[in-house]
């Protein structure tokens, strides 16, 4: 079953003489339970690519539908709901909040879903679990490690048990054994619970291990590897 797909996608940025193509015409279908790899140089689309799919950017022109519904005609608050309920995010540069605990880091998501008291705690603590972080739950983020930082945002990402976990540059700050945890982390979960795992890439190693590889040039896919 189609999960997201992209149809036509354009994105332009900036108006007038200063106009830039960062997509021109992407189409791509994500099915679910897949793990996608999107690659290409810097300044290809990539990001921009994987902002339009997780409904965090609009395309200038092209249609996205998430379970064959049409994006367009979902509504704001609809929308930011569904970002919430299924979607679960891991970018490089972390976002935590560096004075809070692990702990509240990691039930944000649930706070902003209205999920409240014990239910919520437990939840939290089941998602750090899931990362090997329990004996740090109390901890400020900033007081964490690059790799366990990761693995917060990780939890953070799981603990409202999303259907796709966006990913840009999950391991580009970690050393490589770190690296390779947060890898592992990612994939098992993938894996058994069936998760879409729809990453941004430079690392080619990283890349090889999704089911598909999706190439970025210059706004477009020019290769595609592994498709259904
Ligand atoms: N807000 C913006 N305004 C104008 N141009 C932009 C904006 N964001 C991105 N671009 C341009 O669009 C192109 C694609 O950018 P994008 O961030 O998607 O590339 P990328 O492949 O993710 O690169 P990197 O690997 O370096 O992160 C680039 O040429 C970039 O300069």
Same mark, same amino acid.
Not at 41 to 47: A, E, M, V
Not at 58 to 67: A, D, E, K, M, R
Not at 111 to 123: A, E, F, H, M, P
């Given at each position: 079953?189609?999960?997201?797909?992209?149809?036509?996608?354009?994105?332009?940025?900036?108006?007038?003489?200063?106009?830039?193509?960062?997509?021109? +015409?992407?189409?791509?279908?994500? !099915?679910?339970?897949?793990?996608?790899?999107?690659?290409?140089?810097?300044?290809?689309?990539?990001?921009? %690519?994987?902002?339009?799919?997780?409904?965090?950017?609009? @395309?200038?022109?092209?249609?996205?539908?998430?379970?064959?519904? @049409?994006?367009?005609?979902? /509504?704001?608050?609809? %929308?930011?709901?569904?970002?919430?309920?299924?979607?679960?995010?891991?970018?490089?540069?972390?976002?935590?909040?560096?004075?809070?605990?692990?702990?509240?880091?990691?039930?944000? @998501?649930?706070?902003?879903?209205?999920?409240? +008291?014990?239910?919520?705690?437990?939840?939290?603590?089941?998602?750090?679990?899931?990362?090997?972080?329990?004996?740090?739950?109390?901890?400020?983020?900033?007081?964490?490690?690059?790799?366990? /930082?990761?693995?917060?945002?990780?939890?953070?990402?799981?603990?409202?048990?999303?259907?796709?976990?966006?990913?840009?540059? @999950?391991?580009?700050?970690?050393?490589?054994?770190?690296?390779? /945890?947060?890898?592992?982390?990612?994939?098992?979960?993938? !894996?058994?619970?069936?998760?879409?795992?729809?990453?941004?890439?430079?690392?080619?190693?990283?890349?090889?291990?999704?089911?598909? !590889?999706? !190439?970025?040039?210059?706004?477009?896919?020019?290769?595609? /590897?592994?498709?259904?």
């Amino acid at each position: 079953m189609s999960l997201v797909t992209a149809q036509n996608i354009v994105r332009v940025y900036g108006h007038g003489s200063s106009q830039f193509q960062a997509l021109r +015409g992407v189409s791509l279908d994500i !099915q679910k339970g897949e793990s996608v790899a999107i690659v290409g140089k810097s300044g290809s689309g990539k990001s921009t %690519l994987m902002h339009i799919l997780a409904l965090l950017d609009h @395309p200038t022109s092209g249609t996205i539908t998430l379970n064959d519904q @049409p994006v367009q005609s979902i /509504k704001t608050k609809a %929308l930011n709901q569904i970002r919430n309920q299924m979607f679960g995010f891991v970018f490089q540069q972390f976002f935590l909040n560096a004075r809070d605990s692990v702990l509240e880091n990691v039930m944000l @998501p649930l706070r902003i879903g209205g999920i409240t +008291g014990s239910k919520r705690r437990y939840l939290a603590e089941a998602a750090i679990e899931a990362v090997g972080l329990s004996n740090k739950k109390n901890n400020h983020a900033q007081d964490l490690s690059g790799g366990q /930082k990761q693995r917060v945002c990780i939890a953070r990402a799981l603990v409202n048990n999303p259907e796709i976990i966006f990913a840009d540059e @999950p391991t580009g700050n970690l050393d490589s054994t770190t690296g390779a /945890k947060i890898e592992n982390i990612l994939f098992d979960l993938q !894996q058994k619970q069936d998760i879409t795992l729809i990453m941004v890439t430079h690392d080619q190693d990283l890349a090889a291990k999704c089911q598909r !590889q999706i !190439q970025i040039k210059d706004g477009q896919i020019v290769s595609e /590897k592994g498709a259904h």
